[in-house]
């Protein structure tokens, strides 16, 4: 297993600090060890900036400065303990000393800078630990330190610049620390180095006062900083700056307990003193301490509450509206309605978009969305001052007006949505279905809007305002789609098979699957009643792979008999072609019942493809197991030429409306006529539907068509046709 060359290096670097004292003190060895892995540490860093060339180069640069300046510090000391025999103080090393720290300062403050009010929040925690910290190095060092008169002037400043420059890094250190957004491994290196410095900058200050310090761990400490900061540029993460965009702001339990630690050094403090030196005690500069922390916590609060105000605020706004289009949501609507209500009887207009699904899959969501924010804003410019719209879900929109008007409004409404808008690099076109209902109570008024837009959607995409009928329309709908439920359970349906034969001598080459129901109480139960129903409950997808199951399995029944027509069709619709998995689901019936996919054809219609998307990928999926592809009812879609450039369509069912009149001169023979020239420029197989006599299928053969079907050959039947060519030939 690879090692990172970060990881390696902070192993190692960690190693050799620890092992430092077990080094003789004061000895020349120990001195080159410390300062040779910290021009080691320091030469990490140079490594990592070149290596992984972040976009804050120089902040980096100014902290590999700032440590060379500390390493350079310590050997300019022992360079002149060694030579004099003793150390003066203060030196050039205490200058070298005391210049890293604003380097050090500079930098961290740099990677480590936020905005917004996070970062005036993070400010003011730091403010509070650096107080903290300000507070203990002022009365163990600065304040004796100004007391004692008796040294030199120098000796003194330099003496007070140590913990004046401890306190200044710990404003960087601390601010580093208690942004969450710091979170990159890099960072938090950085800042663990930084805090191992200040804490063994604390413990020498405190111990030097007493003349207790003696180096070894101390020292070791030291190097472990060393260690972090050069394993902090090593680190791949130092490449990018952290995200400082956040504004959702916490404090934790674990930031909690160190800002209330920090608060409690005052009273420590004083405890402390009181304890060990009652005559000594520091009353200014502990109660100046105090009464800073007091003011920081203040105002760390007065920021917390206002904070909370304006998310509060935010959450609020956010609750009663759409994110995606401005407009009000759901809610929020009802809400307004209520109200409305109470003093009259609003008038509610329910939009559905026609199209919309077909924008979805065929351009992906996001231009989807774009879309709805474009209608919302047409929306929006149609309304009258008093109206209000929202967004209800999906591509569902109301509008809801105090008083009545809703028919003009809706249909300046629909006009406005149906403009071509330029969304995504496209011109798109969508439409809207509206229903239009009033009434005083607000559950009531929605529910005969809802039932008015469906009404509306089936009408071909319209305007309908809500009637009573409407109601006795749905409630049959929603029975039926019950009973299909049932019937499905119960195993009411079956199939049948109408032959497709070939002209002229009328043999049965191929079978279409149609699906039956006979109801116990209604008997007969036309397809195009159960099938519309079955479409927009969704029972569709189980009634279509009971449908393909059944006529597999009775096309194996007739093939291993030896009776089976060459092919056999089953009807697919736009439902079950998005149905995610459907492709799937029909190669696992295919291989379960031991049909082979050349034998089964599906039978889409113009309508159920055309708007691109999954549809279109559905059937080309299918084509790729070997399944034919034929376009049911050509001719009486939205594009049928088109189509036939983008579909793998191997069969033409010319739509029986062309074929009804083919005897008689006029424009259906032309169309007939137009039609087979089509099929045979594209090589494409033509069957014509609905032939019903004798002439019409003479015609059709002498016009060219060689597959032909209609009562004329066959009604549907469970029975196999007569006539049914032998799967061998």
Not at 14 to 29: E, M, R
Not at 95 to 105: M, V
């Amino acid at each position: 297993m690879r090692v990172p060359m970060w990881a390696g290096w902070l192993t190692v670097a960690i190693i050799a600090a620890l092992c430092y004292p077990l080094l003789p003190d004061d000895t020349l060895t120990a001195r080159i060890y410390v300062n040779a892995v910290g021009l080691s540490s320091v030469a990490a860093m140079v490594v990592g900036i070149l290596r992984n060339r972040p976009r804050h180069r120089g902040a980096w640069a100014l902290f590999a400065a700032g440590a060379l300046t500390s390493v350079c510090a310590d050997i300019v000391y022992d360079v002149t303990e060694l030579r004099l025999g003793e150390y003066p103080y203060p030196s050039w090393a205490d200058a070298l000393y005391l210049g890293a720290y604003p380097l050090l300062w500079a930098s961290l403050s740099r990677l480590g800078r936020g905005q917004g009010d996070r970062e005036r929040g993070g400010l003011i925690d730091a403010a509070i630990i650096s107080t903290g910290i300000g507070l203990i190095f002022w009365v163990s060092v600065v304040g004796p330190t100004l007391e004692d008169a008796g040294s030199p002037l120098l000796e003194r400043l330099v003496t007070i610049g140590y913990p004046l420059a401890d306190i200044l890094l710990t404003t960087a250190v601390a601010r580093m620390l208690t942004r969450p957004e710091n979170r990159t491994p890099s960072l938090r290196l950085l800042a663990i180095g930084s805090a191992i410095l200040l804490t063994g900058d604390l413990v020498y200050t405190t111990m030097s006062s007493t003349a207790e310090y003696t180096g070894g761990i101390i020292d070791s400490g030291f190097l472990v900083a060393y260690a972090c900061w050069g394993a902090a540029a090593l680190h791949p993460s130092m490449r990018r700056r952290p995200d400082t965009h956040i504004d959702v702001q916490r404090i934790g339990r674990t930031r909690l307990a160190v800002l209330a630690a920090f608060t409690l050094i005052a009273p420590g403090l004083l405890f402390l003193q009181g304890a060990t030196d009652p005559g000594g005690i520091a009353w200014m500069s502990l109660g100046v301490g105090a009464v800073v922390l007091f003011l920081l916590v203040v105002l760390r609060m007065w920021g917390l509450v206002q904070q909370v105000k304006a998310q509060a605020s935010r959450l609020g706004d956010l609750a009663m509206h759409d994110e995606l289009t401005g407009l009000a949501n759901r809610r929020a609507f009802e809400q307004r309605l209520v109200e409305a209500a109470g003093a009259g009887s609003p008038t509610v207009l329910l939009l559905d978009l026609n199209g919309f699904k077909a924008v979805n899959d065929r351009f992906g969501h996001a231009v989807g969305d774009d879309l709805l924010a474009v209608v919302a804003r047409r929306i929006a410019a149609e309304l009258p001052p008093e109206a209000v719209a929202a967004r209800m879900g999906g591509d569902e929109f109301a509008v809801m007006l105090p008083a009545d008007g809703g028919d003009e409004l809706a249909a300046r409404l629909r006009s406005a949505i149906h403009r071509p808008a330029h969304v995504g690099g496209h011109d798109l076109l969508v439409g809207a279905s509206v229903g239009i209902a009033d009434g005083t109570e607000p559950v009531e008024v929605l529910r005969r809007a809802d039932v008015a837009m469906y009404a509306a959607k089936a009408d071909g995409g319209r305007q309908r305002r809500y009637s009573a009928d409407l109601d006795d329309r749905t409630d049959e709908e929603a029975r039926l789609g019950a009973e299909l439920r049932t019937a499905l359970d119960r195993g009411e349906f079956h199939l049948v098979y109408q032959p497709i034969v070939e002209l002229p001598h009328g043999n049965v080459v191929a079978v279409e699957s149609l699906v039956r129901w006979w109801h116990p109480e209604r008997g007969y139960v036309r397809p195009d009643v159960f099938i519309p129903v079955a479409e927009r409950t969704g029972l569709i997808v189980e009634l279509g792979e009971w449908i393909l199951r059944t006529a597999c399995l009775q096309f194996a029944d007739w093939w291993r008999r030896g009776v089976a027509p060459y092919r056999f069709g089953v009807n697919v619709s736009a439902r079950q072609l998005a149905e995610p998995g459907f492709v799937d689901m029909v190669a696992a019936i295919l291989a379960e019942t031991g049909v082979h996919p050349a034998r089964l054809i599906v039978e889409v219609t113009e309508t159920a493809v055309f708007g691109g998307g999954a549809a279109v990928r559905a059937v080309h999926e299918l084509n790729g197991l070997g399944i034919e592809i034929a376009l049911d009812d050509f001719g009486t879609g939205h594009s049928s030429l088109g189509l036939l450039q983008t579909l793998p369509v191997s069969i033409l069912k010319v739509d029986k409306s062309f074929i009804e009149n083919v005897t008689m001169a006029g424009r259906h023979a032309v169309i007939a006529t137009s039609l087979i020239q089509v099929a045979n420029g594209l090589g494409l197989v033509a069957v014509a539907e609905g032939v019903e006599t004798p002439e019409q299928a003479a015609e059709l053969y002498r016009l060219g068509y060689r597959r032909a079907q209609g009562y004329h050959f066959g009604r549907p039947a469970m029975a196999l046709p007569a006539r049914t060519e032998s799967h061998a030939a």
